[in-house]
């Protein structure tokens, strides 16, 4: 290796690792790297099939489109996805003309960059932040990959520390949602939807099947009545349930706050919350945030969000959408920050095209593969 590209690998390790010296357990790449060529984009849209009708209090649906990103350059591939969502205004479409933007951003790019990168990622176009989170998703896959090494590793992170992670039971007649319990059986802690005037029963329906497994509920903004949602949380905390999430629409700060002010269980802002700019607000509202790389535009932000709430002192989770393994995995990379992980996206679906991340005694487990860690199923 040229001591000019020695240098340049060292100095990205050490950036990666938010480090000036100690690069001890990073072995440094000896491959060779062009300059100026740029990165070589390309997507297209998969649908992904759900194992059970998926509904909410907001909508349901049997499957989704997302939108597979690689970037490529010296003979490495990065991958990203995109899971848009329509709460966000997003659909695949939107997805693809951000993707169009991006093509000769990365045309001219330099992917160990990637911080300077992904601030230009993040200034795309307004909203939008599924597709920024596919090319940032890539970015790092890429970079983690001509390093050689995994991005959990660059980022200085112990993968055993991750939480275990949570399994959702979406909104349905209770007997269906009585099976999905049942079927939740390897899962070791639940999130179970709610929002609905019929709460109460589909609670009972789970407890009937699991009357002792730990229970979170989202109620994805249905609640719209703060003295019923305090009702509601006193009788969900009298039968096990550990923490709220997003009671209420996300324009209702005030109210939220009245709630957390007397809710005996932590309230968590998922809808409130897209990136690092809307915490310092949020965390007079709400106990903990609720991350997820389709909200926040990948994993660079998402790091950013982590590290401003540590320090308000909050909770932080890492949830998903309905998502392939490839942005469960990426997500994985993170979770030894975290206090609550909501991973199950990829569980969801019953033609995931990638494999990464898998699930051992509850808790995702990530692999040693350099990048994400993902393949092609
Ligand atoms: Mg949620």
């Not at 993968?159 to 319990?181: C, H, N, Y």
């Not at 949380?233 to 009298?238: G, K, N």
């Not at 909200?295 to 320090?311: C, D, H, N, V, Y």
């Not at 942005?327 to 019953?350: E, H, R, V």
Request: a negative charge.
């Amino acid at each position: 290796m040229e001591r000019r590209d020695f240098l340049k690998t060292v100095g990205v390790a050490a950036m990666a690792g938010g480090m000036t010296s100690g690069l001890t357990g990073i072995a440094c790449s000896k491959r060779k790297f062009t300059k100026g060529s740029g990165m070589k984009l390309s997507y297209e849209i998969k649908q992904l099939n759900l194992r059970h009708t998926w509904t909410i209090a907001r909508n349901s649906s049997d499957f989704k489109q997302n939108v597979f990103v690689k970037l490529e350059k010296d003979g490495i591939v990065g991958i990203g996805e995109a899971a848009p969502n329509v709460r966000y205004g997003e659909t695949p479409e939107s997805t693809i003309e951000v993707l169009k933007k991006a093509v000769p951003l990365f045309a001219n790019a330099d992917p160990f960059k990637f911080v300077e990168l992904g601030y230009d990622i993040q200034r795309l176009c307004e909203g939008q932040t599924a597709g920024k989170c596919a090319l940032d998703i890539a970015l790092m896959d890429w970079v983690g990959k001509a390093l050689e090494q995994p991005l959990y590793r660059l980022w200085g992170l112990d993968p055993e520390k991750s939480p275990l992670t949570s399994f959702s039971i979406g909104i349905d007649t209770p007997e269906v949602m009585a099976q999905k319990t049942k079927e939740a059986e390897p899962y070791k802690i639940l999130k179970v939807k709610v929002g609905k005037p019929e709460d109460e029963e589909f609670i009972k329906a789970v407890r009937s099947v699991a009357p002792y497994k730990p229970i979170r509920v989202d109620a994805n903004e249905g609640w719209t009545d703060k003295d019923v949602a305090i009702r509601k949380i006193e009788w969900l905390v009298e039968n096990g349930v550990e923490f709220i999430e997003q009671p209420m629409p996300s324009h209702m700060l005030e109210e939220t706050r009245w709630l957390r002010d007397r809710s005996p269980v932590p309230i968590i802002a998922d809808e409130a919350v897209k990136s690092a700019r809307d915490i310092p607000t949020l965390a007079e509202a709400y106990d903990g945030i609720n991350i997820k790389l389709m909200k926040s535009g990948g994993l660079q932000e998402a790091l950013r969000m982590i590290w401003l709430a540590k320090s308000l002192g909050m909770k932080i989770m890492i949830g998903c959408m309905i998502e392939s393994s490839v942005a469960i995995t990426a997500a994985a990379q993170l979770c030894s920050l975290i206090d609550y992980a909501d991973l199950d996206g990829n569980l969801l679906i019953s033609n995931d095209p990638y494999v990464g991340a898998t699930l051992a005694d509850g808790q995702v487990v990530v692999n040693d593969k350099p990048g994400i860690g993902v393949r092609e199923a």
